[in-house]
């Protein structure tokens, strides 16, 4: 009797949350590794990925393996690939730094475990590679991209953990200046006059592995237009294991329901024991009308016909309108016989 096959190793899970592209991999203990490329994040790197290595700033949520286990392969193949740094290049001549090839923001505390991990890799590969690991205390801001920042948030579990919250900085006009014609507000502003304030507006939000706790409850998590959350229990009876690990249960998830106001809650996390069905099942027993918001990232099936329902629905939307039919002076339409010139003429003699 031959062996049997190798099992298929797992597709990446894809939404289309317009604008953003959410793709990766998640499951409990063996990996999680979730990008948007259009914010140019991942979140932990679990496995790398060959769609990861295309963004340039990975967000560590916690240092367990299932999370953290690509990052030095991450680090390797965007430098030997040469994708988005300067480190392959000679030295700069006006004394400036060179661009990274990459960074890994990360909790204080698991800073310098992360460089010593990295510097462990010198001897056995005889090479350097380089490296960016950027600690970020909790409540702290750093920028991705133009107007687009990163904002730490402590989380529970049990290693040192982080949250994140992607945020869209915008300027907005003060209240006492709002009513004001705009020839008054040049003129303020050129006598520099400040009529504007800066506010975060929250556009993704994603939990790590963590227990549940007051800071879900946050603006960061409140009002972000995608919460990406941890949920690695489903069962009833496995309530209790959830408390132990500090983890998600769905329980946990139906009750944030009412205070994430988000268009669509993306569930992670989940482990192999948990078929999706089950949790799918699970989701619209005890969800109610906010079932339509949850979505499972590792659900292929849901998830495709989602994407070729919103894919013909752009194509509807891209057609040109139809031309109305010519009608008469009655207003009724005109018949084929009356517009068709050939209908009317005698047929040809065959002879």
Same mark, same amino acid.
């Given at each position: 009797?031959?062996? !049997?096959?190798?099992?298929?190793?797992?597709?990446?899970?894809?939404?289309?949350?317009?604008?953003?592209?959410?793709?990766?991999?998640?499951?409990?203990?063996?990996?999680?590794?979730?990008?948007?490329?259009?914010?140019?994040?991942?979140?932990?790197?679990?496995? =790398?990925?060959?769609?990861?290595?295309?963004?340039?700033?990975?967000?560590?949520?916690?240092?367990?393996?299932? @999370?953290?286990?690509?990052?030095?392969?991450?680090?390797?193949?965007?430098?030997?690939?040469?994708?988005?740094?300067?480190?392959?290049?000679?030295?700069?001549?006006?004394?400036?730094?060179?661009?990274?090839?990459? *960074? =890994?923001? =990360?909790?204080?505390?698991?800073?310098?475990?992360?460089?010593?991990?990295?510097?462990?890799?010198?001897?056995?590969? #005889?090479? #350097?590679?380089?490296?960016?690991?950027?600690?970020?205390? /909790?409540?702290?801001?750093? %920028?991705?991209?133009?107007?687009? #920042?990163? #904002?730490?948030?402590?989380?529970?579990?049990?290693?040192?953990?982080?949250?994140?919250?992607?945020?869209?900085?915008?300027?907005?006009?003060?209240? %006492?200046?709002?009513?004001?014609?705009?020839?008054?507000?040049?003129?303020?502003?050129?006598?520099?006059?400040?009529?504007?304030?800066?506010?975060?507006?929250?556009?993704?939000?994603?939990?790590?592995?963590?227990?549940?706790?007051?800071?879900?409850?946050?603006?960061?998590?409140?009002?972000?237009?995608?919460?990406?959350?941890?949920?690695?229990?489903?069962?009833?009876? @496995?309530?209790?294991?959830?408390?132990?690990?500090?983890?998600?249960?769905?329980?946990?998830?139906?009750?944030?329901?009412?205070?994430?106001?988000?268009?669509?809650?993306?569930?992670?996390?989940?482990?192999?024991?948990?078929?999706?069905?089950?949790? *799918?099942?699970?989701?619209?027993?005890?969800?109610?009308? @906010?079932?339509?918001?949850? @979505?499972?990232?590792?659900?292929?099936?849901?998830?495709?016909?989602?994407?070729?329902?919103?894919?013909?629905?752009?194509?509807?939307?891209?057609?040109? /309108?139809? !031309?109305?039919?010519?009608?008469?002076?009655?207003?009724?339409?005109?018949?084929?016989?009356?517009?068709?010139?050939?209908? !009317?003429?005698?047929?040809?003699?065959?002879?």
């Amino acid at each position: 009797m031959l062996p !049997s096959p190798p099992a298929r190793e797992g597709h990446l899970g894809f939404l289309y949350l317009p604008p953003y592209r959410l793709q990766g991999i998640s499951v409990a203990g063996e990996q999680t590794c979730i990008q948007i490329p259009e914010l140019d994040v991942v979140f932990d790197i679990g496995l =790398c990925t060959r769609a990861s290595l295309s963004s340039p700033t990975i967000l560590l949520s916690h240092a367990h393996m299932d @999370h953290l286990g690509g990052l030095p392969y991450w680090f390797s193949q965007r430098y030997f690939q040469k994708i988005g740094g300067e480190t392959h290049m000679p030295d700069r001549t006006d004394g400036k730094p060179r661009v990274p090839v990459g *960074r =890994c923001v =990360c909790h204080p505390e698991i800073e310098q475990p992360l460089r010593a991990m990295m510097r462990a890799w010198e001897p056995l590969e #005889r090479q #350097r590679t380089p490296f960016e690991i950027v600690a970020l205390e /909790p409540e702290s801001d750093l %920028e991705i991209k133009n107007n687009i #920042r990163v #904002r730490a948030i402590a989380t529970r579990h049990t290693v040192p953990s982080l949250g994140f919250a992607v945020l869209e900085r915008r300027s907005k006009l003060k209240d %006492e200046f709002r009513d004001l014609p705009q020839e008054k507000l040049r003129e303020l502003r050129s006598k520099d006059v400040e009529i504007t304030r800066q506010i975060d507006i929250p556009i993704v939000a994603y939990t790590g592995d963590t227990t549940p706790g007051e800071f879900l409850v946050r603006d960061e998590f409140a009002e972000a237009k995608v919460v990406i959350s941890e949920c690695t229990f489903f069962e009833p009876e @496995h309530a209790d294991r959830a408390k132990t690990g500090m983890h998600m249960h769905i329980d946990d998830i139906v009750r944030m329901l009412p205070v994430w106001k988000a268009e669509a809650i993306v569930l992670v996390h989940a482990s192999r024991r948990t078929t999706i069905q089950y949790a *799918r099942e699970r989701i619209e027993a005890l969800a109610g009308e @906010h079932a339509r918001r949850i @979505h499972l990232l590792m659900d292929h099936r849901s998830n495709r016909m989602r994407y070729e329902q919103q894919l013909a629905d752009a194509q509807k939307s891209a057609e040109p /309108p139809k !031309s109305e039919p010519a009608q008469g002076k009655t207003g009724q339409v005109a018949s084929t016989d009356a517009i068709d010139p050939s209908a !009317s003429a005698p047929a040809a003699d065959a002879s």
